[in-house]
């Protein structure tokens, strides 16, 4: 896009991942001007970067996936339930030439400054290059886990030997053959990874801190049946996802874990275990997530799980989580627990000896040395207020995001905040973005973006902000409805505590999916009240 310094664009974006490629097709549909500012060269996102050995999905690819148009779902085939990073990637690439959108967006391209004109009322994006672009309106599509957490390891600077992250992989697994490889970090990156770095290091440790439950993800591929299946009933089932709790069909449960007897718990728990995904074994009773007896029940089978497949008892007790299931977000593994099987593999607990510091080809703990050739980082991400940050968003009002936010994230809906006019976030924090089908929540919030513009614009006006009354509203409803859950209970990226100084709020709605939707659609269907809406409109 060739926007001049001065030329006012509608809608300026960041980011051409999930979000900001609907964003821009929205925006065309619409026929408003649209430009986008990608840091990575091509579209994908989340997509483009993550590409480590095992990356995948884990919300299935027949619903991880957009909706917006009848044509491409029935025209696209998954290969697997649960798509690879580079199927995922491909299809975004398909989506951005079928629909025409990579001309909207120039890439290798960082925004460093967001600054809000307010006489002018317009935004102004301040590039890399130095240059400067204007538009009505400022789309976040940056992403919640787009910027890396800091090496936080201590002494990380000393060792000489390879150092990869999984969030920028740029090597090949055949570049780790035959070395000796310390895998730290065990989140669903770190669990992704460890069963195929096992398979051609010599020798693999993994550094454990927090030991996650790691579900079997059961990958396999999709039958042809199946897609057909899917693809004639896919507008039902988007309806479905839109209106459930999870952004997937949900599979309704009313009784409680000790409703039914030890014998039929187990029952339930073995077979939800084959099922897998999201719907399994955590979501096997309507209390697992509100009672912490009733969870107990659910950590119990999966932790005897752990001990049926472990063969060492010390190294299957050290894996088994401690905080109650579901908590934090769960990890689907493909042989995960089996890889502590294996003679080349050895798993050593940082919350027994924690790292003080490193030399050049080692990791030393308070138990000992570890001698590697190698140190893979699968150590996350500083979720959803870090790429926010990132972009120095500011108002003469306000200041910048990360003042405004300095005791914890501020918005109305996840979408806006106030002292920063016509700014929308994307998939943003408090919204459901964090604990569900991230895609069916990207595309419901870019729809009432889009909506809010085009009612501002009709009644004649330009620039709407949430007042702070119905942003503290906001804030009240999530942190009510995170705190009768047991999300509320432990801490982790979903609250920010995995970010030394960061502040710990809880970063998503977790009522539904589809509650919020209503919640969303009655707002708009009542006019918007919480969004003062002012300013004359531009001809
Ligand atoms: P996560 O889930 O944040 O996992 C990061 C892992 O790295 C986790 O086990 C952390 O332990 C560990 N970690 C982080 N910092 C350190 C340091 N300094 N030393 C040792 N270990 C550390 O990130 P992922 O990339 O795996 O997954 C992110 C999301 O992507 C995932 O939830 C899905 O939504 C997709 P901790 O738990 O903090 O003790």
Known sequence: NTNSTGHVVDILCVGAGFSGLYAAYKAAEQGWTFAGYEKAPDVGGTWFWNTYPGARCDVESIYYSYSFSEELQQEWTWSERFAPQSEILRYLNHVADRFDLRRHFRFDTTVVAANWLADEQVWELTLDSGETRRGRYLVAASGGLSTPKDADVPGMENFTGLTVSTSRWNISLDDLAGKRVAVIGTGSSGVQCIPLIAEVAEHLTVFQRTPNWVFPARNATLPPETVAEIKNRYPAIREECR??????????????????????????????????????????????????????????????????????????????????????????????????????????????????????????????????????????FDAFTGPLFALNVTTPHAGTLRDAWRDGVRTYLGIMTAGFPNFFMVGGPQSPALASNVAVTIEQAVDWIADLITYARTTGREVVEPTTQAQDDWGNITETTVNQTLYATTDSWYRGSNVDGKPTTFLGYVGGVGKYRRICTEIAKRGYPGVMIGGQAVA
Do not use: W
């Open 243 to 380: 209106h459930s709790p999870g952004g997937i069909p949900d599979r309704p449960v009313t009784d409680r874990a000790f409703d039914v007897s030890d014998e039929e718990r187990q029952r339930r728990y073995e077979e939800a275990y084959e099922r897998s995904g999201f719907l399994g074994v955590g979501a096997e009773f309507a209390d697992l997530l509100t009672d912490r007896r009733a969870n107990e029940t659910a950590a119990e089978f999966m932790r005897q799980k752990i001990r049926q497949i472990v063969h060492d008892p010390r190294t299957a007790s050290l894996l088994e989580p401690q905080f109650p299931l579901g908590a934090r977000r769960s990890c689907f593994g493909t042989g995960y627990y089996e890889t502590f099987n294996r003679p080349n593999v050895s798993l050593v607990s940082l919350r027994e000896e924690p790292i003080t510091t490193m030399t050049s080809g080692s990791i030393v703990t308070e138990g000992g040395s570890y001698d590697v050739d190698a140190i893979v980082l699968a150590i996350g």
